[in-house]
C-alpha cells in the first residue's frame, strides 16, 4: 500500500509540472494545501495491513501446512489440503449449494426489484418516506431476521403454516426437508434484501433522462416497448452495480443459514461459508478450512470479476 | 413526465398506494410479527397469529434482563461496537481527508476490497491469533480482539462515508489557513474537522450499527463474558426450546438501533448499505 502511494504521489507531481501553463493547473496536481498531508494516512494503511493482508497471507500458509486441533503445525504438504478438497463430497455439495442460492436468490431479488423499484420511482406524496421505511428488512440484523423466520416457518406453530392452512394448502415442513429448506433460507434472502435492490432500482430510474422517452413516444412506441427497449438499457449501470453488491454477500451467505439451519437438513443448506466455518470451529480441521475459505475468496473474485467484465461490455454496447 | 399534470397525478395515487400496501404487508409484516410477538405471552405466541385481541405484556423483555442478565450482553455490544466505530472514525477520517485531497480514489477502493472477502477468512486467523496471546480467557484481551476484528467493517465504511463529505469542503479556506502559518495537523483540526461535523455524525451512527448487528466474529471468538447481543440470542436458540417470546425480545432489543436509523439517518444508509455506489 505504501508502495501504490508513492507512485500516485509522483505520477501526480510529474502532472503538475506537465500541465505547468495551464491556467486550471491546480485541478491537475495535488494543490498546495495537498502537500504533506499523507502521513495522516499512515495510521489507517497500517491498521489495515495488519487486518487484511496478514490474514490473507496466514491463511494461505494454512492452506498448504497442517495445523491440528491442538494447535501444532506439522509444515508444509502442499496440495494435500487441495486435492481432499476435489475428491470431497461434501465440498462439491456445498459449491452446489452456494450456487443455487446465489442464481435463484439474485432472479427473483432482481425482477422483484425492477417492480418494486418501478414503484418506488413513481411522484406521489409521502414517496421518500416510505422508501425510507422500505430499508428496514437489509438494516435488521441478520441474527434477528433469521429468528423471526424461525418463528414463521415453524412447522406446527408458525405462521407460514397458519396462513397456508386459513387458504387450505397442507402445512409445509418449510425447515426440515432438504429439498424444501434452501427454498425457505432463499425466501428470507428474497425478504430481506429485494426491497434494497428496488431502492438502488428507483434512484437509477429517477435519473434517467426524459428525452429518449419522447423520442420513442413520437415514433409511436408502447408503454411497454418503451420501458423494455428505451429505459431497461440505459437502467443496466445501475442494475448492474445491485447485482454486484448482491453476488458479493450471496456467494459468502452465512448468517441467515448458519442462525437457521447450521448447514442442515442432509448439508442442504450447507453453504461454503458454512461449510468453511463448520470444518474450522466445528470439526477443527483449521488448514482444510483455510483451503475451503481460498477457494471461496477465489469464487467471490471470479465473479466480481465476471461482472465487471460483462458491466463494461454493457456500456459499449449502448 | 414532463406533462404532470394535477389530473394525471391524482389518477396514478391510488393504484400506487396499493402498490405500497401490499409491499408493506409483505415486508414489513415479518418485522411488525416480530415486535408483536415480543410483547405477547409465550402460550399466545404458540396459538393463533389471527388472534390479535390476546394481552400484550413486557414479561419476555423482565425475563431477559433478570433470569438472563441481558444487561450485560447490551454493555458488551455496546463496548465492541462503540470501541470500533471510535477506532474506526480515529483511523478513517485523517485517511478519508488525504484520499479526497490527493485523490486516490484507487486507495479507497482497496479498503472496500476487505468488505469482499468471507469474512469466514478473517475469523480464523484472528482465532488463532487469539488463543497464542491467550485471549480466551482473558476479557480486556478478548474485547481488544473484538474491537478489532469488527475494525475491519468499520474503517472501510467510515471511509467510505466521510469522502463526499471532505469532497465538499472548499479548498480555499483550507489556503486561507495555510497563509496564516497552519500547520498540516492544525489546519485538518481546526478547519476541516469542524467542517465535516454532518459526515462524522453519519459516519458513527452506521458504523456503530453495523457493527452491532455483526454476528460472526463474535461467534467464533467471544468468551462467556464478551458475548455479544447477537451471538448470545442465537445461543438462546438451543436453550429455551419453545421460549418464542424471549427469542423475539431478544430479537427487538438487536433490532432497536436500527430502527430508529432508519428513521433519523435513512438517506445515509442507501450509501453504506451500497459501499458508495449509490449516493
Known sequence: MTATMTTSTKTARRGEHGKDHRPTRRRAGPAPVARGVWPLMLPAVIVTGFLVIL??????????SDRRPDGSNSGFVGWANFSRMLDDPLFWNSVRVTLFLFVVCLVVETLLGLALGYLLSIDVPGRRIFQGLMLIPAITASVAVALVWLLIYDPSLGAANQILDAVGIDPVVWLGDPNIAPWSIAIVDIW????????????????????????????????WRKARHVGLPLLMPVISVAV????????????????????????????????????????????????????LLVLVVAIAGLFTWWRRRQTIEY | ?????????????????????????????????????????????????????????????????????????IRNSFVIAGGSTLLGLILGVPAAYVIVRRRLASVGFLTLLARMAPGVMFVLPLFVLSVNIGAPSNTGLN???????????????CIWL???????????????????????IQRFRNVVLPLALPGLSVAVTLSFIFSWNFFLFALALANNDTLPLPVIAFNFIGQGASDYGGLMAASA???????????????????GLTGGAVK
Open chain 1, 55 to 64: 490474514p490473507v497471507l496466514y491463511t494461505v500458509w494454512l492452506s498448504v
Open chain 1, 192 to 223: 430481506q434484501w429485494t426491497p434494497f435492490m428496488a431502492l438502488i432500482i428507483a434512484a437509477g430510474i429517477r435519473s434517467l433522462p426524459s428525452d429518449p422517452f419522447e423520442a420513442a413516444s413520437i415514433d409511436g412506441a408502447s408503454n
Open chain 2, 143 to 157: 474485547f481488544l480482539l473484538l474491537i478489532a476484528a469488527h475494525l475491519i467493517i468499520t474503517l472501510p465504511l
Open chain 2, 253 to 271: 432489543l438487536i433490532s432497536l438501533p436500527a430502527f430508529l436509523l432508519t428513521i433519523f439517518a435513512q438517506r445515509w444508509l442507501v450509501r
Open chain 2, 1 to 73: 413526465m414532463s406533462t404532470d399534470t394535477a389530473q394525471a397525478r391524482g389518477r396514478r395515487i391510488v393504484p400506487v398506494y396499493a402498490g405500497y400496501l401490499v409491499a408493506a404487508l409483505v415486508f414489513f409484516g415479518p418485522v411488525v410479527f416480530m415486535l408483536w410477538s415480543a410483547f405477547r405471552r409465550n402460550v399466545d405466541i404458540t396459538g393463533s397469529i389471527f388472534d390479535i385481541t390476546t394481552p400484550l405484556t413486557l414479561g419476555n423483555f423482565t425475563n431477559l434482563f433478570e433470569r438472563f442478565a441481558f444487561v450485560y450482553y
Open chain 2, 162 to 184: 466521510l469522502i463526499p463529505f471532505f469532497e465538499d469542503i472548499p479548498i480555499s479556506l483550507e489556503e486561507a489557513a495555510m497563509l496564516d502559518g497552519c500547520s498540516v
Open chain 1, 244 to 295: 454486484l453488491l448482491r453476488t458479493v454477500d450471496l456467494v459468502r451467505f452465512f448468517d441467515t443459514v448458519y442462525v437457521m439451519t447450521q448447514g442442515g437438513p442432509v448439508n442442504s443448506t450447507n453453504t461454503l461459508n458454512v461449510y468453511g466455518y463448520r470444518t474450522a470451529f466445528i470439526d477443527q480441521q483449521a488448514s482444510y478450512a483455510a483451503a475451503l475459505q481460498l477457494s
